[in-house]
């Protein structure tokens, strides 16, 4: 059975950045992309973009050009999303997501929320 | 970044009706597109992917359509486990894979 468990709630201030992990369990990270989705409250899904571990290569969505940082240890097969210049409209619940065999996200972590505030 | 524009942003219906959103994408991507249901609270859930194929253990009242830049999501006779918010995603190479806006369907 795969799941993917992510790092706890964080409160950040505007300006700084966040680390949000992600661990595969059941099986790994090779030959997956691993994609990084947010939902601020009330709001829709917003697709931040995904890392090809056994690439390491990266797609990030425009909006978050230059903020976000994405990265993978397949040693541990846990994946990170860090985003830098925290602002107030960062706050989200962060969730990744894994596909299954034929390609598609099905497999979801539990979600991160991230609070920026002062 | 594909742009994916769905259509209504809110659906209302009663049980039983036949529902029907639509997504348009802003360039051509075959079928490399998936529907979403998502709940309150709840990390979405894969319905329909490469744009007609259901996933295992989704109701056949779900049914993808659709090719190139736009695509439809029906479903045949709403029940009230399916009031809930809709979203399509493109699943281009070299892309991030965007979401559509989302269509809320809500019980009239």
């Known amino acids: 059975q795969v799941q993917l468990v992510q790092s706890g709630a964080e409160v950040k201030k505007p300006g700084s950045s966040v680390k949000v992990s992600c661990k595969a369990s059941?099986?790994?990270?090779?030959?997956?992309?691993i994609s990084w989705v947010r939902q601020a409250p009330g709001q829709g899904l917003e697709s931040m973009g995904r890392?090809?571990?056994?690439?390491?290569?990266?797609h990030y969505a425009q909006n978050f050009q230059g903020r976000v940082t994405m990265t993978a240890d397949k040693s541990t097969n846990t994946a990170y999303m860090e985003l830098s210049s925290l602002r107030p409209e960062d706050t989200a619940i962060y969730y990744c997501?894994?596909?299954?065999?034929?390609?598609?996200?099905?497999?979801w972590g539990q979600g991160t929320l991230v609070t920026v505030s002062s | 970044d594909i742009q994916m524009t769905q259509s209504p942003s809110t659906l209302s219906a009663y049980v039983g009706d036949r529902v029907t959103i639509t997504c348009r994408a802003s360039?051509?991507?075959?079928?490399?597109l998936a529907w979403y249901q998502q709940k309150p609270g709840k990390a979405p859930k894969l319905l329909i992917y490469?744009?007609?194929t259901l996933e295992s253990g989704v109701p056949s009242r779900f049914s993808g359509g659709g090719s190139g830049t736009e695509f439809t999501l029906t479903i045949s006779s709403l029940q009230p486990d399916d009031f809930a918010t809709y979203y399509c995603?493109?699943?281009?190479?070299?892309?991030?894979?965007?979401f559509g806006q989302g269509t809320k369907v809500e019980i009239k």
């Open positions: 995603q493109e699943y281009n190479n070299f892309s991030p894979w965007t």
């Open positions: 059941g099986d790994t990270l090779r030959g997956y992309s």
């Open positions: 997501a894994k596909p299954n065999d034929d390609g598609y996200n099905y497999y």
């Open positions: 490469k744009a007609s």
């Open positions: 890392i090809i571990p056994i690439l390491g290569v990266t």
């Open positions: 360039q051509s991507m075959n079928s490399w």
